[in-house]
């Protein structure tokens, strides 16, 4: 889509400015419904076009991002721009620097139309935590668009943007790709920069694309990854033309299926997901069935890391140097009388009346986990499990080129469906969960739809391959999707 | 089981303002999270190396160097509280 987006400009088919207004013109009569967009970017977006198309005019070679517009998740700042991470209490925070990712987008000249709604600092699986309200799923308004990366993924689908960033720390912007039929990738973890990620467990957390085709993924990665030296953990690997290995091809490929996965699925999750391994050994690749016999304990794993690092993380928003302050005395209850109650309560209020109740939850589940005596039993044993299901993945790895499963158990569920009993909306994450844990780059493309009460929702596959080679798992799902 | 003492002391360490009425809900929450990733504890971890960074990336040195930042403007804009260049804090003390 990028590509024939990137010739209608040089072929002066249509502007930048044009094509910017466009998608202002689809957000303007389809968001009222959908929600996607927090908040919209129409100076810096107009700004950004009218340069691109100074330089068509001129005669000036563009690149293939160049005025292509797009949408940025609320955790990731641009700099002058409001960036909520959809909390409360960064109502009024105004970013002063751009994240890296979106520096490297700017560079490459592609336009920002706004951000993105999310679940709370990324804490959910179908925008119902963000303090703004939900974002709506464009195949069926009554169902959620998943999440965290909903407004992202909705964005996208329903033609309000042809990029979008989000950031997976669980499935963030695999399992929304995959209920609103579009493509999302999670790099490698320390792939893509995270400097300017509003942090949410930071040895889990990386950014990436949702775009509507596998070849937009593979350049709008291209333009994002790379080394920083603003983010000691990015890798020193440099950044590649990820397009390149688009090759159409899976002949001779060796794509693992693990044992037992898809009896979890319901029946249509399951029929659709067996229809992908066909046509997948039809594509010539060679399927083999592996076993990951430690990945069972990833959701637990992952229960405890990932509130863990949030406990750490958002101590930060404690209505001292940005975000919102409140103080009202009252009510607070407190097994401590601190010497200086003013300031304990300053802390108090401003987290109590600034964050939203799962935000609170994972919170408190990581400040009793890392809690002076149970930091053995929860955290360190988690993480030594953790290594286990590493080795899992390295023998697997061994076998196997790429391995294969569905990128959720269902298609998108109702509002509320889920939003009362939180482990239910964990367990949505199970797919996706260990490419987090075990750091490993993983897909979701769009496969064969599946009928719910008489309508036919989309449900995705996901594909992961070894560390950093992202350049395999983008063939894989590429040679799919154009067949 | 976590008590409603546990939960207001967690979120007294978190930070966290909570009514009375609250404690029950996050008791009941978050004992069911901890029962649920109670099954760890059946996993043999004897002699395994906890999992430090996960692509095994090690330290990285860089010069102990000053780097500026130059929109300091927009950081001192977002002060809750200010007084010229200062942000403003309840007594500390």
């Known amino acids: ?483 | 089981m976590i008590t409603k003492e546990e939960v207001q002391h967690i979120a007294g360490l978190a930070r966290i303002g909570v009514d009375e009425k609250d404690l029950d809900k996050f008791a009941a929450d978050l004992s069911a999270v901890l029962d649920w990733i109670e099954e760890l504890k059946e996993v043999e971890v004897e002699g395994v190396e906890p999992t430090a960074h996960i692509t095994g990336m090690e330290n990285r040195m860089r010069e102990d160097a000053q780097i500026d930042f130059e929109n300091k403007n927009a950081i001192v804009d977002l002060f809750p509280e200010k007084k010229d260049n200062y942000g403003k804090v309840k007594s500390v003390l």
Request: proline content about 4%; glycine content about 8%.
């Open chain 1, 1 to 483: 889509m990028i590509k024939d987006l990137h010739n209608k400009l040089i072929n002066k088919e249509i502007t930048a400015v044009a094509l910017a207004e466009e998608y202002f013109a689809a957000i303007e009569k389809n968001d009222k419904d959908i929600f996607a967009y927090l908040t919209l970017t129409r100076d810096l977006a107009l700004e950004q076009a009218r340069m691109v198309d100074g330089k068509i005019a001129r005669g000036e070679e563009i690149g293939i991002l160049e005025g292509i517009p797009g949408v940025v998740k609320d955790n990731l700042c641009v700099a002058g721009v409001r960036t909520t991470a959809a909390s409360k209490i960064l109502d009024n925070y105004i970013a002063p620097y751009d994240a890296t990712a979106v520096a490297r987008l700017k560079e490459a000249g592609a336009v920002i139309l706004g951000k993105a709604n999310m679940d709370e600092f990324a804490m959910g699986s179908s925008t119902e935590h963000s303090a703004y309200g939900p974002t709506k799923n464009p195949v069926d308004l009554g169902r959620v668009p998943g999440g965290s990366s909903g407004g992202s993924a909705a964005a996208v689908a329903a033609g309000e943007a042809v990029w979008a960033l989000g950031t997976d720390t669980g499935g963030s912007i695999r399992q929304p790709a995959s209920f609103c039929g579009v493509v999302g990738l999670k790099p490698t973890y320390g792939r893509v920069s995270r400097y300017g990620a509003i942090a949410m467990a930071s040895s889990l957390d990386q950014i990436g694309p949702i775009t509507k085709t596998v070849e937009d993924a593979a350049i709008v990665l291209s333009v994002i990854s790379g080394e920083d030296k603003m983010d000691s953990t990015s890798a020193q690997s440099p950044a590649k033309d990820y397009t390149k290995f688009l090759t159409g091809s899976v002949a001779g490929m060796k794509i693992g299926v693990v044992k037992g996965y898809a009896d979890s699925l319901g029946e249509e999750a399951k029929a659709s997901f067996e229809k992908v391994v066909e046509k997948y050994k039809e594509l010539g690749a060679e399927i083999q069935e592996i076993e990951l016999p430690n990945v069972k304990y990833s959701l637990p794993v992952y229960y405890i890391i990932m509130p863990c690092e949030v406990s750490s993380n958002l101590a930060r928003f404690d209505g001292v140097k940005y975000g919102m302050r409140a103080v009202d005395h009252k009510n607070t209850v407190l097994d401590f009388e601190p010497e200086n109650r003013t300031l304990i309560e300053t802390y108090l209020d401003s987290r109590r009346y600034g964050l939203g109740a799962e935000t609170k939850r994972r919170i408190m589940l990581g400040t009793y986990a890392l809690s002076s005596g149970y930091y053995d039993a929860y955290y360190l044993r988690a993480q030594k499990v953790r290594t286990l299901i590493k080795r899992d993945f390295e023998k697997a790895f061994e076998e196997v080129d790429l391995i294969l499963t569905p990128t959720t158990p269902s298609p998108a569920f109702k509002f509320g469906e889920k939003s009362a009993d939180p482990i239910e909306m964990y367990l949505e994450d199970v797919f996706t969960i260990t490419a987090n844990i075990v750091g490993v780059p993983a897909i979701s493309v769009p496969g064969p739809l599946v009928e719910v009460d008489g309508k036919l929702l989309p449900q995705g596959f996901q594909l992961s391959a070894k560390w950093f080679d992202e350049e395999n798992l983008l063939r894989a799902a590429h040679t799919y999707e154009i067949n």
